[in-house]
Nanobody, 113 residues
Framework: VQVVESGGGLVQVGGSLRLSCAASGNIASINAMRWYRQSPGKQRELVARIFSGGTTNYLASVKGRFTISSDNAKTVYLQMNSLKPEDTAIYYC?????????WGQGTQVTVSS
């Protein structure tokens, strides 16, 4: 499975961005798709995930502002609304397929005040 991310950028506080992560290859083996983020000096953290059955989970600090969705396991999206400066980070897509996982290259999200 390969993944390609897109959609990062610079946005003002309160703005919105949508990240996309397109998967290719053996997508039938995908059982979960996740978004992580990492900001300088901090550990990478799980932001949101969606399982093949549709169940979703969110980091507490983004619940109600971010929405993860998937297009039949081919593309996973992260809609980010009401962005805050603390959301600034590199966002990584992660796809679980069987016992393996594939990471995206990362996309920078910068929220300016």
């Amino acid at each position: 499975v390969q993944v390609v991310e897109s959609g990062g950028g610079l946005v003002q506080v309160g703005g919105s961005l949508r990240l996309s992560c397109a998967a290719s290859g053996n997508i039938a083996s995908i059982n979960a798709m996740r978004w992580y983020r990492q900001s300088p000096g901090k550990q990478r953290e799980l932001v949101a995930r969606i399982f093949s059955g549709g169940t979703t989970n969110y980091l507490a600090s983004v619940k109600g502002r971010f929405t993860i969705s998937s297009d039949n396991a081919k593309t996973v999206y992260l809609q980010m609304n009401s962005l805050k400066p603390e959301d600034t980070a590199i966002y990584y897509c992660n796809v679980q397929h069987g016992a393996d996982e594939t990471w995206g290259q990362g996309t920078q999200v910068t929220v300016s005040s």
